[in-house]
């Protein structure tokens, strides 16, 4: 496989589930971030990993876990969500953090629904 | 700080027509400019960029763009519409040696007519 891949991509989960998003680029790139999505809302950024490092968290309520085991993959660990919570979750990759002045590569995202 | 401001959140043309996509963007240093594609349950997919150089810039899919500094826009065009072109576009700005997180506008979606 090349590029971005994001598993699953549909998810419904109920407000006391525990799950978790995964992203694995096959790009070599160095650093990879998560976006949420919400309908009639602009991207929103909420965390940014370089070298397996996260250099920010836009303020991400703590039910949002990151991970990045190593610079391929990338999980986002979800647990006790909201409904406001439900959007479409997108990861992106670039060859690393001055290298996204030339674009990001995304995923194809997660449909998260939560009930 | 950058923003980006994508003027209509819906553009409708007919198949065969004009495609104009509006950008404006706003920062205190040189900027660089994206567009991206996303077509329904996709992701987002890069169009073109312009960093430095020529200000016409080609894209993939017959698009193009052109940074027009005195304007601050960086509008998106294409001559003749398919439907296969009805997406989501989103307009994005970064700074030249400054923050390599880019602010993306809220997005146009474009609807082409038979």
């Known amino acids: 496989e090349t590029g971005v891949t994001q598993t699953p991509r549909h998810l419904v989960m109920g407000m006391t589930n525990k799950k978790s998003l995964k992203c694995e680029q096959h790009?070599?790139?160095?650093?990879m971030y998560w976006y949420k999505q919400s309908a009639k809302k602009p991207l929103e950024l909420m965390f940014v990993?370089?070298?397996?490092?996260?250099?920010e968290n836009n303020s991400v309520p703590s039910r949002f876990s990151p991970e990045c085991p190593n610079s391929s993959h990338l999980f986002l660990h979800l647990h006790t969500l909201q409904p406001e919570d439900s959007a479409l979750y997108l990861c992106?990759?670039?060859?690393?953090?001055?290298?996204?002045?030339?674009?990001?590569?995304f995923g194809s995202g997660t449909r998260l629904t939560v009930v | 700080a950058q923003s980006v401001t994508q003027l209509g959140s819906h553009v409708s043309v007919s198949e065969g027509a004009l495609v104009l996509l509006r950008c404006n963007y706003s920062?205190?240093?040189?900027?660089?400019l994206f567009w991206y594609v996303q077509y329904p349950n996709q992701g987002l997919q890069l169009l073109l960029k312009?960093?430095?150089?020529?200000?016409l810039v080609k894209g993939i899919n017959g698009f193009e763009a052109e940074f027009k500094k005195s304007e601050t826009s960086f509008h998106l065009t294409k001559p003749s519409a398919h439907m296969s072109d009805a997406a989501e576009y989103f307009c994005?700005?970064?700074?030249?040696?400054?923050?390599?997180?880019?602010?993306f506008g809220r997005g146009t979606s474009l609807i082409v007519h038979p």
């Open positions: 790009l070599g790139h160095n650093a």
């Open positions: 994005a700005v970064t700074l030249a040696g400054g923050s390599y997180i880019p602010t």
């Open positions: 990993y370089s070298l397996e490092e996260r250099v």
């Open positions: 920062s205190s240093v040189p900027p660089y």
């Open positions: 312009y960093t430095t150089g020529a200000t």
């Open positions: 992106a990759s670039s060859q690393d953090l001055s290298t996204g002045n030339y674009g990001y590569t």
